[in-house]
Every structure is written in C-alpha cells, then in structure tokens.
T-cell receptor
Framework: AQSVAQPEDQVNVAEGNPLTVKCTYSVSGNPYLFWYVQYPNRGLQFLLKYITGDNLVKGSYGFEAEFNKSQTSFHLKKPSALVSDSALYFC??????????????FGKGTHLIIQP | EAQVTQNPRYLITVTGKKLTVTCSQNMNHEYMSWYRQDPGLGLRQIYYSMNVEVTDKGDVPEGYKVSRKEKRNFPLILESPSPNQTSLYFCASMGVAGGNEQFFGPGTRLTVL
C-alpha cells in the first residue's frame, strides 16, 4: 500500500527566510507527486507536480519542490517566505501504473506559519 | 471559469436523515472523486468514477453511495448519516492523462447530530 509522510505537523518560519516543508513517500515504482495548499475555509489549490525530467519543479506563488528518488522525498521549498504563505500544505502521490483508482494518497498535512 | 462546485457548503443534520451533496464540474473531465478531510488524517478517498456509469470504492466507502449518470455531476449520498460522518467533504475532478492534477471543489462541512 502506498503512503505519504509529512513528519512535521507545524513549521514556523520568519518572514523573508527560506522555508521547507518535508514529504516522503512509499509507493511502488515512480509515482506522480503533487503539492496542494489549503487556505482557511477554502478548497485545495494545486501548487506543483513532478511527472518526469528535472528534479527541481517550479510551481505557483514562488514555490518549488525537489524530487529525490533515492530518498523517496519531495520537499516543498521557497527561498523567501511571505506572511500570506501561511496555510495548510498537503503532499500527495499517485501511482503511474494504470488500472488503479487514480486517486491521490495524501499526507496528513503541515501547517505552515510565517511570522512577521 | 473552470471550476468544481459543491452544494451545500454547510449542512447540519440529524442521525438517519438521508442527504445528498451535489458536485458538478465544467471541464469535461472523465474522472471524479469524493474525499473526506479529518484533523490529523489528511484527505481520504471515499468513491471515485472513471466515467459515466463507472464508479468504484475508495479507501473509506462505508456509509456512502454515489452515482454518475452524467459526465459533469457526481453526487454523494448518505442514506442514513451517523455522527462519525461529521467531516469536511471535497469533490474533485481530473482529465484522465496520467500526470494531470485534480481540481477540487470548495468543500462541504457536514455535521451529523
């Protein structure tokens, strides 16, 4: 069975500092990898995804993520945090192999708090 | 505007009273899915549909039903809601190419008393 781990329930970063939200996964083969963000009282918004190619993926709002196959990780990063980045972040995976549910397996989420 | 809509956004009901949460998408997506979000558990898939008249169970299907009579609509039905179904529910849709992301609705917060 596939699983996603987000080891930190909460990450606190000062505004202007770089941020990292960690994600590791366990799934057979090479999955598709995703990051979503959820603002209070809102649905999930897609941030970025890894399909193939360059291990560093750039997405919305200045976020990027680094795929590391050997460590089965897909950490979310941003060089300079903004207070408006404060939200709940979810990592998700979906197997490449066909015939499955194509549903996403989510991590439990990480609250990112950017302090002014 | 491309979007997934859900109704109602908020619902308080009592145990055993049948309810339906509607979901509609305007992107002509084949794939649609329902998730529930609970604190500390992330999102878990309830049911999904690969196309019209094709539905299947996700990870937590007990107590739920779905139907897919039209491509754009995918209602979630709780025949006899119970308090453990109190949760935040999200509908999502996706084009079926493998690397596509899913688009999520705004969520429905359900409370079962």
């Amino acid at each position: 069975a596939q699983s996603v781990a987000q080891p930190e329930d909460q990450v606190n970063v000062a505004e202007g500092n770089p941020l990292t939200v960690k994600c590791t996964y366990s799934v057979s083969g090479n999955p598709y990898l995703f990051w979503y963000v959820q603002y209070p009282n809102r649905g999930l918004q897609f941030l970025l995804k890894y399909i193939t190619g360059d291990n560093l993926v750039k997405g919305s709002y200045g976020f990027e993520a680094e795929f590391n196959k050997s460590q089965t990780s897909f950490h979310l990063k941003k060089p300079s945090a903004l207070v408006s980045d404060s939200a709940l972040y979810f990592c998700a995976v979906r197997p490449r192999s066909g015939g499955g549910a194509d549903g996403l397996t989510f991590g439990k989420g990480t609250h990112l708090i950017i302090q002014p | 505007e491309a979007q997934v809509t859900q109704n109602p956004r908020y619902l308080i009901t009592v145990t055993g009273k049948k309810l339906t949460v509607t979901c509609s998408q305007n992107m002509n997506h084949e794939y649609m899915s329902w998730y529930r979000q609970d604190p500390g558990l992330g999102l878990r898939q309830i049911y999904y549909s690969m196309n019209v008249e094709v539905t299947d169970k996700g990870d937590v299907p007990e107590g739920y039903k779905v139907s897919r009579k039209e491509k754009r609509n995918f209602p979630l039905i709780l025949e006899s809601p119970s308090p453990n179904q109190t949760s935040l529910y999200f509908c999502a849709s996706m084009g079926v190419a493998g690397g596509n992301e899913q688009f999520f609705g705004p969520g429905t917060r359900l409370t079962v008393l």
